[in-house]
């Protein structure tokens, strides 16, 4: 009758675990396993198409990158998003805490607003950086659950972006002045404007036209207020130039290498604009004037 029991236990025990992820991680976050070994990562396998046609015609370029980076990639759930960010944003110095986007600052991995939780404007939630609301409102939908644009953010920080489009100027955010905030744009402080600008040609990158899988076409746009009218989810996001001169002000540190690594390993494709930054002048050439964005040579 004990060895029955113990065998209960265990089996309940394992069971559990196959459910649900330790609640000292974060709440109601299932357990999430890695699909790659970063080990096994080799830049020129991985971005072999790319690297093939990279100095080509800027359209068989863009296709090569998209066929790169989308081979392997695992469509999370969006309970997943939560463990996943977890990894992700892991605060290096450390490991029971997440750093937050717009703030910076290092909060517990399980004060995540989960449920009741949410109610805490002090807790995490996942930002959509690239808003759900221009283009995929679906939960369904891959980009809805892509991490790399999902980061934690403060709750009220998180509202306080909304669906905005990132842009230069405003008003100080009342909850971290490092923040400003117009009625349609959104400029974020400076150590993580480079973060957003990349992780913003990716979904641009990743999600184009013809892929296959039930997104729009996601598009940069260099202009605001891309999305006026409530419920149309219009697949844009501004403003573009704005974002390439945050993508040279602020250049790929090893937070964002060690991030991309993480996704790498729980979703199973990397961002190529971390990996590989000159390529955003590749992709992006004459689309802003050089009054616009800064000269790098």
Same mark, same amino acid.
């Given at each position: 009758m004990n060895k029955f029991l113990l065998l209960f236990a265990?089996?309940?025990?394992?069971?559990?675990?196959?459910?649900?992820?330790?609640?000292?991680?974060?709440?109601?976050?299932?357990?999430?396993?890695?699909?790659?070994?970063?080990?096994? $990562?080799?830049?020129?396998? $991985?971005?072999?198409?790319?690297q093939a046609a990279y100095g080509g015609d800027l359209v068989t370029f863009r296709k090569a990158i998209i066929s790169d980076i989308s081979k392997g990639q695992k469509q999370l759930s969006y309970g997943e998003v939560w463990t996943a960010l977890t990894h992700?944003?892991?605060?290096p110095q450390n490991p029971?805490?997440?750093?937050?986007?717009?703030?910076?600052?290092?909060?517990?991995?399980?004060h995540n607003g989960s449920g009741a939780a949410s109610a805490n404007q002090d807790y995490w939630n996942r930002e959509h950086t690239w808003p759900k609301s221009h283009g995929f409102p679906k939960k369904? +939908? +891959?980009? $809805?659950t892509d991490i790399h644009h999902?980061?934690?953010?403060?709750?009220?920080?998180n509202s306080a972006r909304g669906n905005k489009d990132f842009h230069n100027g405003g008003t100080p955010v009342a909850e971290d002045n490092r923040n400003l905030s117009t009625k349609y744009t959104w400029e974020p402080r400076d150590e993580?404007?480079?973060?957003?600008?990349?992780?913003?040609?990716?979904?641009?990158?990743? $999600?184009?036209?013809?892929?296959?899988?039930?997104?729009?076409?996601?598009?940069?746009?260099?202009a605001i207020n891309t999305n006026p009218t409530s419920g149309k989810n219009l697949p844009k996001l501004g403003k573009l130039c704005t974002l390439i001169e945050w993508h040279f002000q602020d250049p790929v540190n090893d937070f964002e290498r060690a991030r991309n690594n993480a996704i790498y390993e729980y979703q199973g494709n990397r961002n190529p604009f971390i990996d590989n930054p000159e390529w955003v002048d590749t992709i992006y050439e004459g689309r802003c004037s050089k009054s616009k964005v800064p000269d790098q040579t």
């Open positions: 265990v089996f309940a025990t394992i069971s559990a675990g196959s459910v649900l992820a330790s609640p000292n991680i974060c709440t109601n976050c299932p357990v999430l396993n890695k699909v790659k070994d970063i080990t096994n $990562y080799a830049p020129g396998t $991985y971005y072999a198409n790319s992700t944003d892991e605060d029971d805490n997440v750093i937050l986007l717009y703030k910076g600052n290092s909060i517990p991995k399980n369904s +939908q +891959q980009g $809805y999902l980061r934690p953010a403060d709750i009220s920080m993580v404007k480079g973060d957003i600008a990349r992780m913003m040609f990716y979904m641009d990158v990743r $999600y184009d036209k013809n892929t296959g899988i039930n997104m729009p076409n996601l598009i940069l746009v260099d």
